[in-house]
């Protein structure tokens, strides 16, 4: 009687264990998702699985260039946004944003530096010790916030990826992916992917800093996760978020609110009370929470720190 | 009566804005910056009840429904009121009564230029609404409220001019005004034009 030996199961067949463990960690994470989902609204669900948002950041440091002003509330910070990947309309990215995945994330910084590097999100976190840092936000549309952002300063990034003399400005580029960021769709309002930019000694003061949280938590979504930039001297546009590409150039780059509208948004576009935007005046704020508007400072406050990088430049020129 | 009914109705619709306003107000939820919602919400809410009020004389020629001519008044009207509403978000919330910060805001900012010219054409409109006004301006009166035209148009600009860079609810707002307006121009040039309608015999022509 012939018996049939079985067939050997191929080793390339055998779940390697990591494999198998992460399944089961798979599994079981989505046994907890479904129950997630029965549970609660889908808006709860996708608002604890689109980041790590909410998350508390450890061993954050105070920074010496904090303000004492009173903070806005975080509900006023993480639903009032100007994001326009998500809608031009202020309360809908915190509605639309949960689209965005913040994990995986790499930002490739490159360009007219010696060390080129794609760099995973978390290990950007850690490239230098985060701090708190409360800034003063003042956006261009005349309202202003007060908000504890957490990161480290740009030019610790600066400084590790060696920028060579032809590094003269530092071009950031928001994610391209209408996918996630839905109103990519239409090329009605701005053009995609979002570009900003900063000359080389803006980006190398220590005020501008690469934010990555914010309220002692990791950055929510509709405020620019996983990565964005913080320049509290100039409007709020110029802070970019989920930043995917840091390029190093040497022509100063054309922003998109330049292309979108050159007569009215600058490359600078420092907060200036003097100088009015075309359409409104820049004299004033209403300060988010408040009544009664106040007045705008020069350079949003900063003047100490960053007045000197202008010396000598007709503001009104280079608006 | 029925008509009664259907005007109650209306009017109570017409305030549904207000009270939506006032309910979020209530209830805490006019957002980060309430006195942007406020500003905004009265303002469309102009915009939209000037459109209505512009589209009863279309939808009386269109469908022979005469009644409909009894709405406008009261829709004109309402249109004016939340006008007033958002005038008074001006002066009170935005700018505290700040006088010479207003002067210089209408006199540079061109889309507050706008809009305050056109809040100020509305004011003869609402003044002169009563039936006994009526009477008493004849044929001027229709002549007089054609400036609805150039407030509606002025209410556009003035939204399209504050907007950053997205132009889309203006714009909406615009090609609704400019098809309402451009069934007027329709009707009075083939009402200019009596010409064609004459029958010409065959034999007459050469």
Not at chain 1, 3 to 10: G, L
Not at chain 1, 122 to 142: F, I, S
Not at chain 2, 13 to 40: D, F, K, Q, R
Not at chain 2, 131 to 150: E, F, P, S, T
Request: hydrophobic letters at 45%; aromatic letters at 12%.
């Amino acid at each position: 009687m012939l018996i049939k030996k079985p067939n050997d199961i191929k080793a390339s067949e055998i779940t390697d264990k990591a494999l198998f463990l992460s399944r089961r960690r798979f599994l079981a994470g989505a046994a907890v998702a479904g129950a997630t989902i029965a549970g609660l609204t889908n808006m709860d669900f996708f608002e604890r699985s689109a980041a790590h948002a909410g998350e508390k950041l450890s061993g954050v440091q105070k920074s010496r260039f904090s303000t004492t002003e009173t903070l806005t509330p975080l509900k006023d910070v993480t639903t009032y946004n100007n994001f326009y990947e998500f809608g031009t309309d202020k309360y809908s990215p915190a509605q639309y944003a949960k689209t965005l995945m913040p994990r995986p994330w790499t930002v490739a910084v490159e360009g007219e530096i010696k060390k080129p590097k794609r760099y995973d999100i978390d290990e950007l976190m850690k490239l230098a010790p985060l701090e708190e840092r409360v800034y003063r936000l003042r956006c261009v549309e005349g309202w202003s916030m007060v908000i504890p952002w957490i990161g480290f300063p740009l030019n610790a990034l600066i400084k590790q990826v060696e920028p060579t003399s032809k590094a003269k400005y530092v071009e950031f580029t928001t994610l391209l992916d209408p996918k996630q960021m839905p109103e990519q769709k239409s090329r009605m309002v701005l053009d995609w992917p979002y570009i900003e930019g900063l000359r080389i000694d803006e980006a190398n003061n220590p005020l501008a800093i690469l934010c990555v949280g914010l309220y002692g938590e990791v950055l929510p979504n509709q405020n620019g996760a996983p990565i964005r930039m913080i320049v509290p001297w100039k409007y709020g546009f110029k802070s970019v978020k989920s930043i995917v590409k840091i390029r190093f150039v040497e022509q100063q780059p054309t922003t998109t609110w330049m292309k979108a509208g050159p007569t009215e948004y600058g490359f600078y576009s420092n907060v200036n009370p003097e100088v009015d935007h075309p359409r409104w005046s820049q004299a004033r704020e209403r300060r988010i929470g408040e009544f009664i508007k106040r007045k705008t400072l020069m350079f949003n406050g900063y003047g100490d720190q960053v007045a000197s990088m202008y010396q000598g430049m007709d503001l009104r020129k280079y608006f | 009566m029925k008509l009664k009914v259907l005007k109650a109705v209306v009017f109570v619709a017409a305030l549904t804005p207000l009270a939506l306003l006032g309910y979020y107000a209530y209830t805490g939820n006019l957002g980060a910056n309430p006195i942007e919602v406020i500003t905004h919400w009265t303002g469309d809410s102009i915009i939209i009840f000037l459109l209505i009020t512009l589209t009863v004389t279309p939808v009386r020629k269109l469908t022979g429904w005469n009644d409909a001519i009894k709405f406008r008044r009261m829709l004109g009207l309402v249109a004016f009121f939340y006008a007033c509403l958002h005038f008074t978000t001006y002066i009170w919330l935005d700018q505290f009564f700040d006088l010479p910060g207003m002067i210089k805001d209408v006199a540079k900012r061109p889309f507050i230029t706008v809009g305050f010219a056109s809040f100020l054409l509305l004011i003869p409109l609402a003044l002169t609404s009563t039936a006994a006004m009526v009477q008493r301006l004849g044929k001027r009166w229709q002549k007089l409220h054609r400036l609805i035209y150039i407030t509606a148009a002025g209410g556009v600009i003035h939204y399209w001019w504050l907007v950053k860079k997205d132009i889309r609810w203006p714009l909406t707002y615009g090609i609704v005004l400019a098809l309402l307006l451009a069934f007027r121009a329709a009707i009075s040039f083939r009402a200019r034009q009596p010409s064609r309608r004459v029958f010409v015999p065959a034999a007459e022509k050469q």
